[in-house]
């Protein structure tokens, strides 16, 4: 059943709602037989309870989803947080003369796809629609964009995302059981076990687990000391989608998700104050996810002309050679398509599997995708979903920021994902590269060497490999009508 939020109408538009409701038709669809409001300026005018999700198909839930992440959000349906700010959990902000929108500190968007949408809705993004990124708790009101107050991140696709996800989940499945097996071989034989930390041939490092139980932690590399690989974020220390949209729904339009702001975390359902109630449910933030989960996987096109094709071909040949691919990894092999949502990963303030709520299960498209020998699906994401440093001395330019995020040091990323990346110009965390040309002259760090390498190519082998990448593209998605 649908359920429509408890919110504050002004009492003549409720007059009118009772007068207008379309009575006599059935649920066919999710929006087929909405209670109809004259002058209604809500964008999202239906809502999904998690427990509802079973009542509906994928295709009308990943719907949902595509509503939800196309709609520009009103007041009406709680855009805005006058008494909130940015940060990731619950804080009451400093009353005051604040903007209902604000460029910096937020909320800066009307719609998620407002900057996800090259080419099209889940796309990435243009300058222009960078984010301010700041942890939100302290300096939630910064009105600059000077570096020292908030990281300035460029706008990246999220086609593919559901495999992504998909991908570091197996990675922290891995990753864990290594360390449990260690513990135990240490336990049982009263001796240090040390063991490496490889999961689809990316290492992270090593550890060793001491007799006593003690786990020695400083080789681990690349990943947070709790062995959960984050994709989502270029520093990559986000777990979850479900996580990343519920930042982003309060981060970016006010909207905060019945899950971490509701009731059981701080007794309120009108956290904001904004007069508008639950203004994002849970089974709205799984839609918001499974519409992200399943929005296709990046592709692969050859250029027509003849020359240009063949340079293509060499291209990747060449940016193997260069050892590119010791951190953009081609493709990483994944083990099964079922999306579960929540995922096995999520902390508190995110809806959990053993929260007692349904969890959803979906199974992701094969199409398109290649398997190993060993019966894996190939992803072809161009990532090892690890995090290197990747400046220095003589190439600063990505230690450009002026916050470290997490756990994770300034000059620290993830390896950009390089699927669709001849569809997403401008290049580099902060979106400031205009070339692919520059963006791969500025690694340094972890990539010196392969830098090096490149550098030490003809400059016509150098532009083949900027020509393959030019074959990662994107495919566009189709743009709702009725929203
Ligand atoms: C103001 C522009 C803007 C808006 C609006 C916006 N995003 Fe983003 N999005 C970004 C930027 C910038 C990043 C990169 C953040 C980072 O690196 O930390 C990002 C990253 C993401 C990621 C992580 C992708 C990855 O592969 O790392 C997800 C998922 C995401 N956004 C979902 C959403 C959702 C859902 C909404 C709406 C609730 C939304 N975004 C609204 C700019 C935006
Ligand atoms: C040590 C790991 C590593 C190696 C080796 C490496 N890269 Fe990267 N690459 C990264 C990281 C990390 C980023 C993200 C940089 C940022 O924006 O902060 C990146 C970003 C990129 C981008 C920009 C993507 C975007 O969407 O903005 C391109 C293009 C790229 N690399 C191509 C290459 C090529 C070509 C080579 C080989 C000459 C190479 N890389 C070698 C780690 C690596």
């Known amino acids: 059943?649908?359920?429509?939020?408890?919110?504050?109408?002004?009492?003549?538009?409720?007059?009118?709602?009772?007068?207008?409701?379309?009575?006599?038709?059935?649920?066919?669809?999710?929006?087929?037989?909405?209670?109809?409001?004259?002058?209604?300026?809500?964008?999202?005018?239906?809502?999904?309870?998690?427990?509802?999700?079973?009542?509906?198909?994928?295709?009308?839930?990943?719907?949902?989803?595509?509503?939800?992440?196309?709609?520009?959000?009103?007041?009406?349906?709680?855009?805005?947080?006058?008494?909130?700010?940015?940060?990731?959990?619950?804080?009451?902000?400093?009353?005051?003369?604040?903007p209902s929108l604000f460029r910096t500190a937020g909320p800066d968007a009307n719609a998620c796809s407002g900057c996800h949408n090259q080419p099209s809705s889940g796309g990435a993004g243009d300058f222009v629609a960078n984010a301010f990124t700041a942890e939100g708790v302290t300096d939630f009101e910064f009105d600059t964009v000077d570096p020292q107050f908030s990281n300035e991140r460029g706008t990246p696709h999220l086609h593919g995302s559901g495999y992504v996800e998909l991908l570091a989940r197996e990675m922290s499945i891995d990753l864990q059981a290594i360390r449990a097996k260690a513990v135990a071989k240490a336990r049982s034989t009263k001796r240090t076990v040390a063991v490496k930390l490889i999961s689809k041939g990316v290492s992270f490092g090593e550890l060793s687990a001491h007799a006593d139980g003690f786990i020695d932690i400083n080789r681990i590399d690349g990943v947070d000391h709790d062995l959960v690989v984050r994709p989502f974020g270029q520093k990559g220390v986000f777990t979850s989608l479900r996580q990343f949209s519920i930042n982003a729904m309060n981060a970016h339009h006010g909207i905060q998700s019945d899950e971490r702001w509701g009731m059981q975390w701080t007794h309120s359902n009108d956290f904001d104050e904004d007069d508008v109630k639950r203004e994002?449910?849970?089974?709205?933030?799984?839609?918001?996810?499974?519409?992200?989960?399943?929005?296709?996987?990046?592709?692969?096109?050859?250029?027509?002309?003849?020359?240009?094709?063949?340079?293509?071909?060499?291209?990747?040949?060449?940016?193997?050679?260069?050892?590119?691919?010791?951190?953009?990894?081609?493709?990483?092999?994944?083990?099964?398509?079922?999306?579960?949502?929540?995922?096995?990963?999520?902390?508190?303030?995110?809806?959990?599997?053993?929260?007692?709520?349904?969890?959803?299960?979906?199974?992701?498209?094969?199409?398109?995708?290649?398997?190993?020998?060993?019966?894996?699906?190939?992803?072809?994401?161009?990532?090892?979903?690890?995090?290197?440093?990747?400046?220095?001395?003589?190439?600063?330019?990505?230690?450009?920021?002026?916050?470290?995020?997490?756990?994770?040091?300034?000059?620290?990323?993830?390896?950009?994902?390089?699927?669709?990346?001849?569809?997403?110009?401008?290049?580099?965390?902060?979106?400031?590269?205009?070339?692919?040309?520059?963006?791969?002259?500025?690694?340094?760090?972890?990539?010196?060497?392969?830098?090096?390498?490149?550098?030490?190519?003809?400059?016509?082998?150098?532009r083949k490999i900027v020509e393959y990448l030019k074959t990662l593209q994107l495919t566009p998605v189709n743009t709702l009508v009725n929203n």
């Not at 919110?7 to 066919?28: R, V």
């Not at 855009?79 to 940060?87: F, K, L, N």
């Not at 079922?338 to 995110?350: R, Y």
């Not at 979106?431 to 003809?458: P, Y």
């Open 1 to 98: 059943m649908i359920v429509s939020l408890e919110k504050k109408l002004p009492f003549n538009i409720i007059a009118m709602t009772t007068m207008a409701i379309i009575n006599g038709m059935c649920f066919s669809s999710l929006y087929a037989a909405t209670d109809v409001v004259i002058g209604d300026e809500r964008a999202v005018k239906q809502h999904l309870e998690q427990s509802d999700l079973s009542n509906y198909s994928f295709k009308q839930i990943v719907k949902h989803g595509q509503v939800l992440f196309d709609a520009r959000f009103t007041v009406l349906d709680g855009a805005g947080r006058p008494a909130a700010t940015s940060a990731e959990v619950p804080v009451k902000r400093r009353k005051g003369n604040v």
């Open 280 to 462: 994002i449910t849970s089974g709205d933030i799984s839609a918001v996810t499974l519409f992200q989960a399943s929005l296709p996987l990046p592709i692969s096109v050859l250029p027509e002309n003849k020359v240009l094709k063949h340079a293509a071909v060499e291209g990747e040949r060449l940016f193997v050679k260069a050892a590119c691919d010791q951190c953009h990894r081609q493709t990483l092999p994944l083990r099964a398509l079922n999306f579960v949502e929540p995922g096995p990963f999520n902390l508190a303030g995110n809806l959990r599997q053993t929260d007692g709520q349904l969890v959803y299960k979906a199974e992701l498209s094969e199409a398109g995708l290649k398997k190993d020998a060993n019966g894996n699906w190939l992803i072809p994401i161009f990532s090892d979903l690890k995090r290197h440093v990747i400046a220095d001395a003589d190439k600063p330019h990505f230690a450009n920021e002026g916050l470290s995020q997490r756990f994770s040091a300034r000059d620290e990323f993830m390896t950009a994902k390089l699927w669709g990346v001849g569809s997403t110009a401008p290049y580099g965390h902060r979106g400031d590269v205009t070339t692919l040309m520059d963006v791969i002259l500025h690694h340094g760090g972890a990539a010196k060497e392969s830098r090096l390498q490149f550098e030490g190519l003809t400059d016509l082998e150098q």
